[in-house]
């Protein structure tokens, strides 16, 4: 089974009323168009500043959030894991502390090659569990590609809540919504010091490992704000703190 499926649909960026758009797009071609990127396929790249907003449609792999084939007892990631060639890397910039909010949601009629015939165009699923992981930093190149199954970024499994992925070596971990109530449909809303993220986007279908209908569409949706002054440094190093204690925890026995 072909699981190099890449969406060519990065769709345009969409305006919120009284917002503006700063975003570019790289295509997984160019990588080097990340800044600080050598050859790590991210598959599109948003500047965003306080008020902005970039929206666009994909697709990703309905089970690779934490795949049920991946399910074994892995002496560092657990049984909790991702498939990192089946899912979507997404870089972005925010070029001042802001409020972010995310929605990712199961949409119909996004259009992908079909596994048996690369030439031709089927719609993906509309059932996506969407779930992410949010990471602060961008990798700037893959792992040996030899460590990966057909993976363009190398080290084929990830940790899809922590810090633990070994052949992720420039990202920490910032949070995840794994979507355990399995709607159509997430939103989270984070403050971020200015910085470069690297989000990952998967799906979370529950159930045993179904191989009909592999590839689910979506809608994605970063809006951002300004943090609320006075409280911009406050609210920042509060967050900073949240994700400090996170790390910890999840480093102790109780927190894993």
Not at 7 to 35: E, K, M, Q, R
Not at 65 to 83: F, I, K, N, R, Y
Not at 183 to 198: F, I, N, Q
């Amino acid at each position: 089974m072909n699981f190099q499926i890449r969406s060519s649909h990065i769709a345009a960026f969409a305006c919120l009323t009284g917002s503006s758009v700063a975003a570019t797009i790289a295509p997984p071609s160019d990588p080097t168009s990340i800044p600080g990127v050598v050859d790590f396929q991210y598959d599109s790249y948003y500047v965003l500043g306080g008020d902005h907003v970039a929206q666009w449609s994909s697709d990703t792999d309905a089970y690779s959030w934490d795949h049920p084939m991946l399910a074994s007892a892995d002496p560092v990631l657990g049984e909790q894991t991702g498939w990192t060639h089946l899912t979507r890397w997404v870089a972005f910039t925010v070029t001042e502390p802001v409020v972010l909010s995310l929605r990712l949601e199961a949409v119909a009629g996004v259009m992908i090659p079909d596994q048996n015939d690369p030439g031709n165009l089927i719609a993906a699923g509309d059932d996506l569990v969407p779930a992410f992981t949010l990471w602060s930093g961008f990798e700037a190149q893959r792992e040996d590609g030899s460590l990966g199954l057909n993976n363009p970024n190398g080290g084929h499994r990830w940790d899809n809540d922590g810090d633990l992925t070994t052949w992720m070596d420039q990202l920490t971990y910032f949070a995840h919504d794994g979507n355990e109530a399995a709607a159509a449909s997430l939103e989270r809303t984070l403050v971020l010091p200015a910085g470069d993220y690297t989000m990952n986007i998967a799906g979370h279908k529950p159930g045993a490992f179904d191989p009909v209908g592999l590839r689910d569409g979506f809608t994605a949706t970063l809006a951002t704000s300004p943090v609320p002054e006075p409280g911009a440094a406050a609210l920042v190093l509060a967050t900073l703190g949240a994700g400090l204690l996170r790390r910890q925890r999840k480093g102790s026995p109780e927190g894993h």
